[in-house]
């Protein structure tokens, strides 16, 4: 019979993510309103609702992560620079950065470290680095963690959530790599509760999830069940 998973409050490992193309400023306040409740770790929006998000969580506990790039990467370094330092000044206090695939995939690791180490020394803040592990291999991924580290980060990310999600494979492997000298943040898929404790277990620092109030959810219906039992 296989181990019961150990009950592991996840709200504190969550951003809080809203990243619909077709989100309104209505949705974004209720993603605020559910992050505070929570108590989740912070809200992931675009840069156009950084300001609005910072507004609605100012004096809370959740921070403000604005994604930079997103979803392709493929933007130009003074582009990605700009759109970093304009959400930083609009009060976000993480960012959420895809690397140049391109780049990565061409060999051109010069270029990539150098664009993520702008942003992390002009911006001064935590930048989490989306390697989008789905469409690399092994040492695709170990190269661009490497590089990113080197850059500055403070957290490898393994997706977008567009091409792919978050396995408990490459949870592992990136905590294996990086030794716990960044954080790990798991994104893309995640649907469960039981998902989100078998990523934290493999090393998981941060979940990136639209689906967090859904997640405390079906927690509060195992703790229920178990209860009942």
């Known amino acids: 019979?296989?181990?019961?998973?150990?009950?592991?409050?996840?709200?504190?490992?969550?951003?809080?993510?809203?990243?619909?193309?077709?989100?309104?400023?209505?949705?974004?306040?209720?993603?605020?309103?559910?992050?505070?409740?929570?108590?989740?770790?912070?809200?992931?929006?675009?840069?156009?609702?950084?300001?609005?998000?910072?507004?609605?969580?100012?004096?809370?506990?959740p921070r403000v992560c604005a994604v930079i790039g997103f979803p392709t990467g493929a933007t130009t370094s003074a582009v990605k620079l700009y759109e970093a330092q304009e959400a930083v000044e609009n009060g976000a206090t993480e960012l959420d950065v895809v690397i140049n695939l391109g780049w990565l995939k061409a060999g051109k690791t010069d270029e990539l470290h150098r664009e993520i180490a702008e942003i992390c020394d002009e911006t001064g803040?935590?930048?989490?680095?989306?390697?989008e592990t789905a469409l690399l291999t092994d040492e695709e991924k170990i190269t661009a963690a490497e590089l990113c580290m080197d850059a500055g980060v403070?957290?490898?990310?393994?997706?977008?959530?567009?091409?792919?999600?978050?396995?408990v494979e490459d949870i592992r492997l990136l905590k294996e790599f990086s030794k716990g000298q960044a954080g790990i943040k798991a994104s893309g898929g995640i649907r469960t509760y039981q998902q989100a404790v078998e990523l934290i277990l493999a090393g998981a620092t941060r979940l990136g999830t639209s689906r967090g109030p859904e997640l405390i959810r079906l927690r509060d219906n195992l703790e229920e069940k178990r209860e009942e039992t």
């Open 125 to 131: 803040k935590s930048v989490k680095a989306i390697l």
């Open 1 to 61: 019979m296989a181990a019961a998973q150990p009950e592991i409050d996840i709200a504190p490992f969550i951003d809080h993510a809203l990243l619909n193309p077709t989100a309104t400023p209505m949705m974004l306040q209720k993603c605020c309103e559910e992050a505070d409740r929570f108590q989740f770790a912070t809200v992931c929006v675009y840069p156009t609702y950084v300001r609005q998000a910072a507004t609605l969580l100012h004096g809370k506990q």
């Open 154 to 167: 403070d957290f490898l990310k393994t997706s977008t959530g567009v091409y792919g999600g978050a396995t």
